[in-house]
Structures are given as structure tokens and as C-alpha cells.
């Protein structure tokens, strides 16, 4: 092995792009780009301009079976991840996977079922994991010093979208293009971070409202009640048509209670840490008075400030190849996510509650039924570059 992972990006669009700019600052330093492709040839060539010394190609199976790349990683729209990452796995070649893992779970499990059987990496860009103040809160939770989890809201409504921004690109806002909206294309790694925090629900019931703010065919504004083993509850409601919208997350647990939330005055991410003097659950049987409260105090907490995002994700990947470091997130976990958006889908179709595991042969057909009886008609305006942070 050399001492750089040669790596080929496949998908040359806003998510492509801004790796190429990660390399070219520097901050990939155990990684060489050595091709590109892209089956738009006005987005291949922007990338060419910006790295000119990596092989384009027109195709993703092209680059795959070029034989300059050690690793692929793979920004394309999100039905082709699991086939281009079958593909690459199948050819011998280390795979990073932008999300989703795919659009539905049944496809995904197919990608694991690979992936479990090649000696190659297999790895997912849940760039969120790197930020400081989410790995503090799972630190938190998994210590078992507070308890169990009793409850869990988050409310992430700061995704807004305008109208431009789904007309910039053909698969953008369909079925068929995109698999979804908001929940499938802003939220998975929030969805990743509640199962990676909270562990995954046993059941979930959605209400997904369909073009409510936009002119789109799949969800812009949802709403999940889930449900788990413990008894726990938790609600996710997130949009991208509030403005100016929040970002809070609340996890109470028996002992505790933690927030995290852009606050909009400083403009800076923060945690918060109330400790309670014993646990909520003794407290309620013991106490002789109808009125009491637990006491207890809000705590300062310290982090190590660190948040690499995307190169940190990457970094990560070259060092676990070259000499079997831990990655950030592996790819099959990547399915977790997925099974808690199309548990959601499912429920929100059939105006019930649904149990997890779920149903994923009735959600395939539901969405291919979907699919075959769009009659949306989309307006495609010229796609506008976005800062790669901002382009969920």
C-alpha cells in the first residue's frame, strides 16, 4: 500500500465539488485524487478546471474498471448509491458513500450483503458524528450515568428550501429522482445521530404533509412520534419551509436532562447539562409531597471543540485503509437511518402506526406505485452552487 489512498469521485455536483475543494485546501492529506466522472458534461468539466490533473470519465463504471483509483467515493444522486457502491466493491475497490445509503431498505441490505463478503471498506459520510458536541451527548447517554432515556424531541425545522432550489435540478423533489424530500434528503444525519445517540425505535408513527410550502411532489414538512423498548418516547419534526427555523434537541433521561441547540443570538452550537440529585423514577414513588421537585443543577460541560465534518470523515477512511484506524461510520450502518424514514413513509401512506422491523416489501411497492403514477411535471431552472455545508 502506498502512503496515499488514490481515490476516484464519482458525482461532480455541489456535494463533489466541495470535496475537491476540501483536497485542494490542504486538508485531505493522505489522499491523492486521480479521476472523476460525471455523466453531465458541463459538471465534469468544473470539476476538471478545479483539479486538472485526475482522469475524467463520463461514467461511473468507467472510472470503477480504470484501474487508477484505490477508492471510490460516490456523490450522486441517491438511487445510484448502492448499485455504483455494488459495483465498486464487486471490482476490489475501498467505498465512500455520501447519504443516504440508498433510497429504500431492501436495496441497501442487498449493498450490505456485498459488502460483508469483500475484504474492501465499506464506509458512510455521517459527517455529523465528527461534531464535538454530538459526541459529547452520546458519551453522555452511553455512559449509563444518568439512566435511561424517558423521552427524546428534536426539532430541526433550519433546512429552508425556496422554490429555486428545487427546480435546480431534474431529480430534485420526485419520487422517481429523489425517493423523497426533507426526511431522505436534509435529515439523515439527524436521523443517523437519534439511533447513534438514542438507539432505534420499536415503533413510529409520521404524518409526511407532501408540497405543503412547495411546489414538489414528496415531503417538505413531517412529523414522527416514535416509540421504545423501554418505554421511552421521542418526536421528530423537521421542514425546509420555516423560516427562521430551529434546531433543538432535548433528551431526558432518569437522571438528567440534556439540550443541544443553535442558539441564535451568539450563532453558536451549545450544550446543555441539568443533573438531578437522583433519579426521577425514585423520586416519583418516594417523595411524601404531591408538589416536590427533584433538585438538582445545570452543569458546565466541556468539549474537545473539534468538528473535521467531511475531511474529518475522510481522513479517517484513508487511515483505516492504510493502517486499520477506526472509521467514522461504517456503511452498513447506514441502513438505520433508512429504516426510520421509510418506517416513516410507510406509516404516513397508510395512516397508522408501524412497527419496526416493518413491512419493506409493502414500502418498495408503495413507492414504486408512487413512482409509476406521478403526473408531476417538473420545472428544471439552471443548478446553483452552494456552499457544500449547506447543500443537504
Not at 146 to 163: A, C, K, L, P, S
Not at 185 to 213: E, S, Y
Request: glycine share 8%; aromatic share 8%.
Amino acid at each position: 500500500m502506498t502512503d496515499k489512498l488514490k481515490l476516484g469521485i464519482i458525482g461532480t455536483g455541489n456535494m463533489g465539488l466541495g470535496h475537491i475543494d476540501n483536497y485542494l485546501n490542504g486538508k485531505m492529506p493522505e489522499i491523492e485524487i486521480t479521476a472523476l466522472a460525471d455523466t453531465d458534461p458541463k459538471k465534469l468539466e468544473k470539476a476538471k478546471e478545479k483539479i486538472t490533473d485526475a482522469k475524467p470519465f463520463d461514467n461511473a463504471s468507467a472510472l470503477i474498471n480504470s484501474g487508477l483509483c484505490d477508492a471510490v467515493l460516490i456523490a450522486t444522486p441517491h438511487y445510484m448509491h448502492p448499485p455504483i457502491a455494488i459495483e465498486a466493491l464487486n471490482a476490489g475497490l475501498h467505498v465512500m458513500s455520501e447519504k443516504p445509503a440508498g433510497v429504500y431498505t431492501k436495496q441497501v441490505r442487498e449493498l450490505i450483503e456485498v459488502a460483508d463478503k469483500s475484504e474492501k471498506t465499506y464506509a458512510i459520510m455521517f459527517n455529523q458524528r465528527t461534531n464535538c458536541v454530538y459526541r459529547k451527548v452520546k458519551e453522555l447517554v452511553s455512559s449509563g450515568d444518568y439512566g435511561e432515556i424517558r423521552r427524546v424531541n428534536w426539532i430541526i425545522t433550519d433546512w429552508f428550501r425556496t422554490q429555486q432550489y428545487y427546480n435546480s435540478g431534474g431529480w430534485r423533489a420526485t419520487w422517481s429522482g429523489e425517493g423523497g424530500g426533507v426526511i431522505l434528503n436534509q435529515c439523515p444525519h439527524q436521523l443517523d445521530l437519534w439511533q447513534w445517540i438514542c438507539g432505534m425505535p420499536t415503533k413510529i408513527r409520521a404524518f409526511c404533509h407532501v408540497g405543503k410550502w412547495h411546489d414538489i411532489e414528496v415531503e417538505d414538512d413531517v412529523s414522527i412520534y416514535a416509540e421504545y423498548e423501554n418505554g421511552a418516547t421521542g418526536t421528530f419534526i423537521t421542514t425546509t419551509g420555516d423560516c427562521p427555523g430551529t434546531n433543538r434537541l432535548e433528551i431526558t433521561l432518569d437522571k438528567a436532562k440534556i439540550i443541544c441547540q443553535n442558539n441564535p443570538i451568539t450563532e453558536k452550537f451549545e450544550i446543555l447539562l441539568y443533573v438531578l440529585d437522583e433519579k426521577t423514577s425514585d423520586f416519583i414513588r418516594t417523595s411524601d409531597k404531591g408538589f416536590d421537585k427533584v433538585p438538582g443543577k445545570w452543569t458546565d460541560l466541556q468539549t474537545d471543540g473539534l468538528n473535521e465534518q467531511h475531511s474529518g470523515v475522510m481522513n479517517a477512511f484513508a487511515a483505516h485503509i492504510l493502517r486499520g484506524e477506526p472509521l467514522i461510520a461504517e456503511g452498513k450502518e447506514g441502513i438505520n437511518g433508512l429504516i426510520i424514514s421509510n418506517a416513516a413513509f410507510l406509516s404516513s401512506w397508510l395512516d397508522k402506526s408501524v412497527d419496526i422491523p416493518f413491512d419493506e416489501d409493502l414500502f418498495y411497492d408503495m413507492l414504486q406505485e408512487k413512482i409509476k403514477n406521478s403526473r408531476y411535471i417538473k420545472t428544471v431552472n439552471e443548478q446553483t452552487e452552494e456552499n457544500m455545508s449547506n447543500t443537504y
